[in-house]
C-alpha cells in the first residue's frame, strides 16, 4: 500500500529556492509517473509538474515552467521538485501523487484525476 510523504516546505522570501522531496514506503515510485501539485486556500488543485515512469521525461505547468524542476531520485526512491524564484503566488500546499499505470496522456494532462495515491502535503509560503 502507497505511503506517500512530502517534506521541504516552509517559508521563503519571495525570489528565494525550495526542494521538496516526495518519498515512499511500502512502494517503489520508480515505475510510476508522479505528479506534483498545489492547492491555495479557497482554489482548486493545480498541477504543477509530473515525472513519466518510463523514461523520466518531464512536464511543467506555464506557470512554473523555467523556474521548477522535477527529478527523480532511483535509489532514494524519492521525486523532488526544485523550486527556484518563488512568487507570492506559489503560496500553497504541495503534493505529490502516483499515476494510475497505463493512463494515456498522463504527462501532460496534470489532471488529478489521473493519480490514485496521494501524499498530505506540504506547505510552502511566499512571503517578505
Known amino acids: 500500500q502507497w505511503q506517500l510523504v512530502e517534506s521541504g516546505g516552509g517559508l521563503v522570501q519571495p525570489g528565494g529556492s525550495l526542494r521538496l522531496s516526495c518519498t515512499a514506503s511500502?512502494?517503489?515510485?520508480?515505475?510510476?509517473?508522479i505528479g506534483w501539485f498545489r492547492q491555495a486556500p479557497g482554489k482548486e488543485r493545480e498541477g504543477v509538474s509530473c515525472?513519466?515512469?518510463?523514461?523520466?521525461?518531464?512536464y511543467y505547468a506555464n506557470s512554473v515552467k523555467g523556474r521548477f524542476i522535477i527529478s527523480r531520485d532511483k535509489a532514494n526512491n524519492a521525486v523532488y521538485l526544485q523550486m527556484n524564484s518563488l512568487k507570492s503566488e506559489d503560496t500553497a500546499r504541495y503534493f505529490c501523487?502516483?499515476?494510475?499505470?497505463?493512463?494515456?496522456?498522463?504527462?501532460?494532462?496534470?489532471?488529478?484525476?489521473?493519480?490514485?495515491?496521494w501524499g498530505q502535503g506540504t506547505q510552502v509560503t511566499v512571503s517578505s
Open positions: 511500502g512502494s517503489t515510485l520508480n515505475d510510476y509517473a
Open positions: 501523487a502516483v499515476a494510475r499505470p497505463g493512463t494515456w496522456g498522463v504527462l501532460f494532462r496534470l489532471s488529478s484525476n489521473d493519480y490514485d495515491y
Open positions: 515525472i513519466s515512469g518510463s523514461d523520466s521525461s518531464t
